[in-house]
């Protein structure tokens, strides 16, 4: 509910950027650059990349800035000391009071608590942290709805549903349909993903510098089927109304399939400055970092279904979206784990889903609609169960 100055006409939208030394922090900085006229950056927060927070402090002149990790927030404080710009917590970063929108591109559960309290005090939430919804989807709607704030997703799949979704009438309605690039593994057999090492799998063709955890998150695609959990959250969308159609080119993002067949897709260049400058100006329009794409410069687009065998992820999403309750934040919990032992060598790409449904068939239900604390309970207690779980033996005979 921060109030917005008119300056030459153009509304300056007060932002901050919580996570901003990482990929999307630094696109939003990129715009706040490009758009001066349009964004002021208030305050900063990264969890512990003091230098390349105390860079964009020194450019932008924020009012506050965060750390979340107590050693970097430390090394704020004296190194910003008499600065004027202040050291506060990433929550109160969050919830500032001269802050018209909070983006929130922190990874992983550090980022509820801040979305929650961006949500709680009426601020615009630019969300792009996966987990906000998939762990506490339900109790982030609530909030949102009894304070006013609005959620505009910055995931580009949930970015161009959204706006291709303006003016369409819930009736009218069939299905939501998220494109997913297929990622690194694309047309390799069931086998050759399963044995597929980390330099394999961070070899992203059409979304190059992403985080290495999304990166190994489309090499399953178990990401795409974590946006399926955010859509249903997003758009009150049941299982069977969201489907996932794989689009190597990554210029479609959304498919809305209306009652009487039409679809209606929305297309850009892959660069994710779009999807933030669209969720921080709606529902203005800027004009793009680089040239748009003219009809007449589109690949050629081709659409498939996912390969539900060689991806076995998408369908453990389904069925923890099905389950309902903690189960989705179990499933990222265990996700956030299992990658990082993969990447840590400890064993191949095929090892993620194995994990992902042993620790889903142990999990008790929980809550219908976890409340904060009871997600991260359960995040808590997925993480542990996957950093204990050992692949069980090899079957006889099935290696050589
Ligand atoms: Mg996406």
Not at 230 to 239: P, R, V
Not at 254 to 269: H, K, P, T, Y
Not at 341 to 363: D, N, T, W
Request: proline share 7%.
């Amino acid at each position: 509910m921060g109030t917005m100055d008119l300056q030459d006409g153009a509304q300056v939208r007060r932002i901050a950027v919580l996570g901003c030394t990482g990929s999307i922090g630094r696109d939003a900085l990129d715009l706040a650059i490009r758009h001066p006229d349009r964004l002021r950056v208030v305050t900063l927060a990264c969890n512990r990349d003091v230098d390349g927070l105390l860079e964009a402090a020194e450019r932008f002149r924020p009012e506050a800035v965060a750390a979340a990790d107590p050693w970097a927030a430390g090394v704020l404080a004296s190194r910003l000391d008499g600065s004027g710009i202040r050291v506060v917590s990433v929550v109160e970063a969050a919830a500032w009071p001269t802050v018209d929108v909070t983006l929130v591109a922190i990874a992983g559960v550090a980022g509820l608590r801040p979305a929650m309290a961006a949500v709680e005090t009426g601020k615009r939430l630019a969300l792009a942290n996966k987990e906000s919804l998939v762990a506490a989807g339900a109790a982030l709607l609530r909030l949102a709805h009894r304070s006013g704030s609005e959620i505009l997703p910055v995931d580009s799949e949930h970015a161009g549903l959204f706006a291709a979704l303006q003016g369409v009438r819930r009736g009218s309605l069939r299905r939501l349909w998220l494109t997913a690039s297929g990622g690194p593994l694309r047309g390799s057999s069931a086998a050759d993903v399963a044995a597929a090492t980390p330099e394999r799998a961070l070899r992203h063709p059409t979304w190059p510098g992403m985080g290495r955890r999304i990166t190994v998150d489309t090499a399953t695609l178990l990401n795409k089927g974590l946006e399926v959990i955010e859509a249903h959250h997003l758009f009150d969308a049941g299982e069977h109304a969201i489907g996932v159609v794989v689009h190597p080119q990554s210029v479609v993002h959304a498919i809305v399939e209306l009652a009487d067949g039409s679809l209606l897709m929305q297309a850009s260049r892959p660069d994710m400055r779009l999807p933030i400058a669209f969720a921080l100006a709606y529902p203005d329009r800027w004009a793009p970092p680089e040239p748009a794409i003219p009809p007449t410069g589109l690949p050629d687009l081709q659409f498939q279904p996912p390969d539900r065998e060689a991806f076995p992820c998408l369908d453990l999403a389904y069925a923890a979206l099905r389950a309902g309750g903690t189960a989705p934040a179990v499933l990222n919990g265990a996700d956030e784990v299992a990658v990082a032992r993969f990447l840590a060598g400890e064993f191949p790409l095929g090892h993620i889903p194995r994990l992902l449904e042993a620790v889903l068939g142990q999990h008790k239900g929980g809550a219908e609609e976890p409340e904060l604390d009871e997600a991260l309970a359960a995040d808590a207690w997925a993480r542990e169960r996957a950093a204990a779980w050992r692949p069980a033996a090899i079957a006889r005979g099935a290696s050589r």
